[in-house]
């Protein structure tokens, strides 16, 4: 896919251009991330001390995961988010075991036993070589697919998000405010001219600028402490419970099939070819970063198709800047009143800008979807895939509770579409093909 980059995944800008691309990629990330690990926090019933301190150990986890990534993972311009299925997973987990009186501490000692569980089953299946191969089965239509419903699940958030007032419900002044700023992002993506590879930093530094001068509603700064060096297992040793191991081959089903299409979507933007190795190195990573994640007492990230999104709309697909941007992160995590300063930023803001980078990957969903025209056989594929995933994606969140830990599997849109689009792709129209193919053959002779 030629995106005519500005720069390329193995060229370097000039230090002083390195420096504001990173303070775009960091804006971008921390931005992307704060609100999740906000939930995670508000949901698990965090003090804000702990919240505070969780919220700096993430920051600094992310930076470290990202570096990972850039040089011995993937090796491509993508950052990583915090993985919608790991927090369905935290909350899920913690209100069963808060229902039966179990503490704080020793709820979290279980959520980190099952971020070390579920890493080192990322690492045998890499090193097995199965990790690799499930990439095979991911043709263009189902990586379509997969970013398609990506970006619906993303935009199930997003959308609420930026509209919703102090009182839970729809602010009319941000409903108008949040669909003018994504709008004018928009346009600066598709046609900013010299704009272009500095909109993440234009919207959110100009969208935070004309939300204060509007006089629209403003959060309190997060209460952040000083230098703060990440205490290791802060909320006590991992807790075993060998009831919560068959959840971790879920999660890396759902894992892999995030970490496939986001980065062969970055490999297309930065026209480089993401073989069954690079998935290798990518999950190899991934399994020592969510022992990482247990360690720093944090949540496991994936691979988000946001950033292939950023590319493609910035034009700079360059390392180097990423790298200064994980960097950024690793500082705003050691000094608090930075990372709390940079929380403040409104979900109208945030939301808006990611919502029009997003607006990238929804369209080379559509381009992988139909990459050989509009045939039946990719037109059957996408339209029930898609249709069934995202009816599973706005169901109550409740609506499997009574299915245990199988309830964050069947309730995940996004595993349930792509799991569909498989069967599909690998099963059914296959053996329709060959059936076709042999009648065909019959009828020559």
């Not at 501490?105 to 045998?124: C, D, E, N, R, Y």
């Not at 272009?196 to 935070?208: E, T």
């Not at 000094?335 to 939301?351: H, M, Q, R």
Request: aromatic fraction near 10%; hydrophobic fraction near 50%; include cysteine.
């Amino acid at each position: 896919m030629d995106m005519n980059l500005k720069y390329g995944l193995e060229e370097k800008p000039q230090h002083w251009e390195s420096l504001i691309y990173g303070l775009q990629w960091s804006a971008v990330i921390f931005s992307s991330n704060i609100f999740l690990l906000l939930l995670v926090t508000q949901s698990l019933g965090f003090p804000m001390n702990m919240t505070a301190q969780f919220i700096q150990r993430s920051l600094v986890f992310m930076g470290i995961s990202s570096l990972l990534q850039i040089y011995f993972g993937h090796r491509l311009t993508v950052f990583d988010v915090v993985a919608s299925f790991w927090l369905s997973t935290f909350i899920f987990v913690a209100y069963v075991q808060q229902a039966q009186g179990i503490a704080l501490s020793i709820i979290m000692g279980k959520l980190q036993f099952l971020q070390i569980a579920t890493g080192l089953l990322l690492i045998v299946l890499t090193l097995s070589g199965i990790a690799g191969k499930i990439k095979r089965f991911f043709t263009p239509t189902t990586m379509g697919v997969t970013l398609i419903l990506i970006c619906i699940q993303m935009s199930s958030s997003l959308v609420p998000g930026m509209m919703r007032g102090s009182h839970g419900i729809a602010d009319m002044r941000l409903v108008l405010y949040s669909m003018v700023l994504y709008l004018a992002s928009l346009y600066i993506g598709f046609r900013g001219g010299r704009l272009q590879p500095y909109i993440g930093l234009i919207g959110l530094g100009g969208g935070w600028l004309s939300y204060r001068l509007l006089g629209l509603p403003v959060k309190s700064m997060v209460e952040m402490p000083g230098i703060l060096l990440p205490r290791p297992f802060a909320f006590g040793p991992p807790v075993v419970d060998m009831s919560l191991l068959p959840v971790t081959f879920f999660i890396v089903m759902i894992y892999l099939s995030n970490e496939i299409a986001s980065v062969n979507a970055a490999g297309d933007v930065l026209d480089v070819e993401v073989t069954e190795h690079t998935i290798h190195r990518t999950s190899y990573v991934a399994g020592l970063g969510h022992i990482l994640a247990a360690i720093m007492s944090s949540i496991a990230l994936v691979p988000a198709a946001m950033g292939a999104g950023l590319v493609a709309t910035t034009r700079v697909g360059a390392r180097r800047p990423m790298a200064v941007g994980a960097v950024i992160l690793i500082v705003l995590g050691l000094i608090g009143p930075l990372g709390g300063f940079f929380a403040t930023i409104p979900a109208a803001v945030s939301y808006s800008v990611s919502l029009s980078i997003i607006t990238r990957i929804m369209y080379m969903g559509f381009k992988n979807c139909f990459h050989e025209g509009m045939q039946e056989k990719s037109i059957s594929i996408a339209s029930v895939a898609i249709l069934y995933g995202t009816g599973i994606t706005f169901l109550p969140t409740d609506f499997f509770s009574q299915w245990g830990f199988f309830s964050s599997i069947l309730g995940n849109g996004l595993f349930m579409g792509v799991l569909l689009s498989l069967l599909l792709e690998n099963i059914l129209f296959r053996r329709l093909g060959d059936k076709k193919e042999e009648k065909e053959s019959q009828e020559q002779s």
